[in-house]
């Protein structure tokens, strides 16, 4: 019974992390999507974003500054995508997408690895 309580105590930290990426990612939801199946959003599909190369869903129009971060390989990576969401258009002036920044340093964290792991959704 200890071990189980003990099990519950560790991960109510993860669960509740979780529960405030979900929780950050709800705007988003009006553009963006984590099913891969939904397509003609306007904005891209989210899923498996990490990794992706930076305007790489080939399904979506790109602002041209997204484009040329496509065009030199960038990717996203968990770094890259906490700093984008700090301030996306310090990050990529000229940047299409109307969103404003992340400011809580918190909800940028849970958000990440919200979008970095599909098991914690």
Not at 53 to 67: I, N
Not at 108 to 113: C, E, I, K, N
């Amino acid at each position: 019974m200890k071990l189980l309580a003990c099990l519950l105590l560790a991960l109510a930290p993860v669960a509740a992390a979780a529960e405030s990426g979900a929780k950050t990612f709800t705007p988003c939801r009006a553009c963006h999507s984590l099913d891969p199946a939904d397509q003609g959003l306007p904005g891209p599909n989210l899923s498996g974003l990490i990794g992706r190369k930076v305007g790489g869903d080939g399904a979506f129009d790109y602002s041209p500054v997204l484009r040329k971060a496509n065009g030199d390989g960038l990717r996203w990576d968990a770094e890259r995508l906490e700093r984008f969401l700090a301030d996306p258009a310090e990050m990529f002036p000229g940047l299409w997408m109307s969103i404003r920044s992340v400011e809580d340093a918190a909800d940028r964290a849970a958000l990440v690895r919200f979008l970095s792991d599909p098991a914690s959704r």
